[in-house]
């Protein structure tokens, strides 16, 4: 690892050390487990209220205007990353304890960012977000 790492640091500058970076979803979930982390019941699979829109489940909230011929229906998700509610996608699961994630991730074929209805906008979508607005003054 040390041959990888440039330590040529100016006054002024300082070291972002991310630790975890390379961790795969699995890794987390195994972590969880490994510590006994007690984690809230979003993470884990419940009937919950939703509608289905480009193939992507969101919650079903007051910041999601309903299209022509959606509905509201329940049905039993869990999600695999959290993040803007109107753009987090779920994923149907059983899956209501780490252990049963664990086993249904070994077994997905999908990444957890592919739950993302902003990723459906293009591949850049996330990382354009995050630009700062800026206007243009004329």
Same mark, same amino acid.
């Given at each position: 690892?040390?041959?990888?790492? $440039?330590?040529?640091?100016? $006054? ?49 909230? %007051?910041?999601?205007?309903? %299209? ?20 987090? #996608? ?31 906008? #293009? ?16």
């Amino acid at each position: 690892m040390w041959n990888l790492f $440039n330590g040529k640091k100016n $006054n002024g500058e300082h070291f972002r050390v991310f630790p975890i970076s390379n961790w795969t979803e699995m890794d987390v979930w195994e972590y969880i487990k490994l510590e006994k982390i007690d984690l809230p019941s979003l993470y884990f699979s419940h009937k919950r209220k939703c509608i289905e829109r480009d193939g992507v489940i969101l919650a079903a909230s %007051k910041y999601i205007n309903l %299209k022509d011929g959606e509905k509201i229906t329940e049905k039993t998700i869990r999600y695999r990353t959290c993040g803007d509610m109107p753009i987090t #996608g779920a994923v149907y699961s059983e899956a209501d304890t780490v252990e049963k994630i664990i086993a249904e991730i070994s077994t997905t074929r999908t990444t957890e960012r592919g739950t993302r209805a902003d990723d459906k906008r #293009g591949e850049t979508a996330m990382e354009d977000r995050k630009k700062p607005v800026t206007s243009k003054l004329f």
